[in-house]
T-cell receptor, first 110, second 116 residues
Framework: KNEVEQSPQNLTAQEGEFITINCSYSVGISALHWLQQHPGGGIVSLFMLSSGKKKHGRLIATINIQEKHSSLHITASHPRDSAVYICAALAMDSNYQLIWGAGTKLIIKP | KAGVTQTPRYLIKTRGQQVTLSCSPISGHRSVSWYQQTPGQGLQFLFEYFSETQRNKGNFPGRFSGRQFSNSRSEMNVSTLELGDSALYLC???????????????FGPGTRLTVT
């Protein structure tokens, strides 16, 4: 079992829909990252959070430390949101190494 | 502030050769991490350097090595290239002011290596 699991693996939605991507982890963490990778490879950090909730524009990230679960939400989705979304956990037991989820490929259709 | 730069952006090598990739972090950042990404695979952690010391290492064979210079620039080297080493190699820098809390990672554009 992977230490960081994302779901779904693939997600296709219509423009305007509310999107939720989930990330569950089994290790003790001090922080969790959400990143976005566009076709072509460029990776952009979206959020780093250790508790509660963060919002940036149409993106919202939440984390529940007790349940070892984080979600990334996109409101009013747009085709330009199409990308791979990756969560990564900063694992305390692994010498504070980032452990990466496999990513969720999101396609938003116009 | 200039972003993370990686050189070269594209590289074609033949099996058995060796390759050196370079990463220049954001000014002031002392941590550089290297990742390999193959088609359909997630990011695989190679190693992390902080202030010229390798602090973490992933599960890669000894053919993969790296180093960091006093100006925080980092290089990774792959010797005796295999076809399976074809991948996008990404580096990321962070300030890592406090290691346990973590810092936002800033990624370079990557070097796409093709081994024939």
């Amino acid at each position: 079992k992977n230490e960081v699991e994302q779901s779904p693996q693939n997600l296709t939605a219509q423009e305007g829909e509310f999107i939720t991507i989930n990330c569950s982890y089994s290790v003790g963490i001090s922080a969790l990252h959400w990143l976005q990778q566009h076709p072509g490879g460029g990776i952009v950090s979206l959020f780093m959070l250790s508790s509660g909730k963060k919002k940036h524009g149409r993106l919202i990230a939440t984390i529940n430390i007790q349940e070892k679960h984080s979600s990334l939400h996109i409101t009013a989705s747009h085709p330009r949101d199409s990308a791979v979304y990756i969560c990564a956990a900063l694992a305390m037991d692994s010498n504070y190494q980032l452990i990466w989820g496999a990513g969720t490929k999101l396609i938003i259709k116009p | 502030k200039a972003g993370v730069t990686q050189t070269p952006r594209y590289l074609i090598k033949t099996r058995g050769q060796q390759v050196t990739l370079s990463c220049s972090p954001i000014s002031g950042h002392r941590s550089v991490s290297w990742y390999q990404q193959t088609p359909g695979q997630g990011l695989q952690f190679l190693f992390e350097y902080f202030s010229e010391t390798q602090r973490n290492k992933g599960n890669f064979p000894g053919r993969f090595s790296g180093r960091q210079f006093s100006n925080s620039r980092s290089e990774m080297n792959v010797s005796t290239l295999e076809l399976g080493d074809s991948a996008l190699y990404l580096c990321a820098s962070s300030a890592k002011l406090t290691r346990t809390l973590g810092d936002e990672q800033y990624f370079g554009p990557g070097t796409r290596l093709t081994v024939t």
